[in-house]
């Protein structure tokens, strides 16, 4: 069954024989403000990056370059998307467990989040999580 929110995203896409082109723009293409971006590059092969979720903040993660696993798990269900194309993402709300595997080599992993750095926000232990998906007032 597909977790509940998650879904990915078509970016619009500029064809030209020069090069292509795609973009996204704050709440037109995904569905939050964008606070800050990050990026994940140089994983040396077999590493794990995440095995974390957030309280509150969302993303939405695009393999600009190469590609790579997202395996969320919602407490119950686990999903896993490959991105490899710049022309697509995948947006991933709040209280959702993810990491991100399988880097090909030069992966590029471009993620913008909807709130500044806060440590506060993450939840870092599975057990954890999966007590607090049980009494989330979200409904999830
Ligand atoms: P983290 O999100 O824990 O990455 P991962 O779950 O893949 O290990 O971030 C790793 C470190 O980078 C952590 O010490 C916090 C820091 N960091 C920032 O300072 N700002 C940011 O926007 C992010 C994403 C991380």
Do not use: C
């Not at 957030?54 to 269900?77: C, K």
């Not at 490899?84 to 913008?112: C, D, K, Q």
């Amino acid at each position: 069954m597909p977790l509940p929110d998650v879904k990915l995203i078509d970016l619009p896409k500029i064809p030209d024989e020069r090069g292509n082109l795609s973009f996204f723009e704050n709440s037109r293409q995904i569905p939050f403000e964008i606070k800050r971006v990050y990026w994940i590059y140089d994983v040396p092969g077999g590493e794990v990056r995440g095995g974390h979720a957030y309280r509150e903040l969302q993303e939405f993660i695009v393999a600009l370059s190469g590609s790579f696993d997202v395996v969320l798990h919602d407490g119950n269900t686990e999903q896993r998307f490959t991105l490899n194309r710049s022309y697509y993402g995948l947006y991933v709300p709040h209280m959702i467990w993810r990491s991100l595997e399988n880097f090909s080599t030069n992966a590029l992993a471009f993620v913008a989040a909807s709130a500044a750095y806060n440590e506060a926000d993450y939840i870092r232990n599975f057990a954890s999580f999966r007590q607090e998906t049980r009494h989330a007032p979200h409904g999830i």
